[in-house]
């Protein structure tokens, strides 16, 4: 692995399934982010970590929740998909989450739910 | 609230010079970001501004007026493949980013 991995790519879900997106970094970097990405507004954060153990709210976290068990995986989990969770999920990661640290973006996951 | 505001699309000519600008009004201010995204892809780090004043980087070329919430993006030279959207970014008190919708560049030749 070199950098920050998404899986799936894309994925159809019915609405009130369960989904977990997977997120791994090789960067031994400690913050980790999701964000949310739809047409015609700014990246939304979702959720972040700032180190293993810890995770915080962000902008837009209501039906999602995440993890951090360990320095590498951020999974993000929708317990009950809804059809406004319709979005590319980009996960983030930044050596820290100090100012001055650019944050590196994994591939992202186009998720439609129906 | 907080707002970033950039323009949602702009039109340029192959080896033309083009500023994208971006005003932000935030909760804080811990430096500004530019971000390139090509269509189906990542955004992908540019530069970052925390100093009034301009910051180059080859044809790229990022400025910040803080007393102004003012930041604008210079690109020289342009070629087809920068054709792509550019966020503006505004990491705010809580070391958080909040980011612009993003403009269209678009690119002729």
């Known amino acids: 692995i070199a950098g920050i991995t998404q899986a799936p790519t894309s994925q159809i879900l019915a609405a009130g399934r369960r989904m977990t997106l997977r997120c791994t970094q090789d960067m031994r970097h400690n913050a980790m982010y999701w964000y949310r990405q739809d047409l015609g507004l700014g990246l939304r954060l979702i959720h972040y970590s700032n180190t293993a153990g810890t995770t915080g709210k962000g902008e837009v976290p209501d039906g999602y929740s995440v993890s951090r068990a360990n320095t590498d995986d951020f999974p993000l989990t929708l317990a009950s998909a809804v059809p406004s969770q319709t979005s590319v999920y980009f996960c983030?990661?930044?050596?820290?989450?100090?100012?001055?640290?650019?944050?590196?973006f994994g591939p992202g996951t186009r998720l439609t739910v129906l | 609230g907080q707002n970033i505001d950039q323009p949602t699309e702009m039109t340029a000519t192959e080896g033309a010079i083009v500023q994208i600008n971006c005003t932000y009004q935030?909760?804080?201010?811990?430096?500004l970001f530019w971000y390139q995204q090509h269509a189906g892809e990542a955004p992908t780090f540019l530069s970052y501004n925390v100093l009034d004043g301009l910051e180059e980087k080859g044809r790229f070329s990022s400025f910040l007026s803080r007393s102004k919430g003012y930041s604008y993006l210079l690109l020289k030279e342009l070629q087809m493949k920068d054709s792509a959207s550019y966020l503006c970014a505004v990491m705010d008190s809580n070391y958080q980013l909040i980011w612009g919708a993003g403009t269209k560049l678009i690119i002729k030749p």
């Open positions: 935030t909760s804080g201010f811990n430096g």
């Open positions: 983030a990661s930044s050596p820290d989450e100090s100012s001055y640290n650019e944050q590196f």
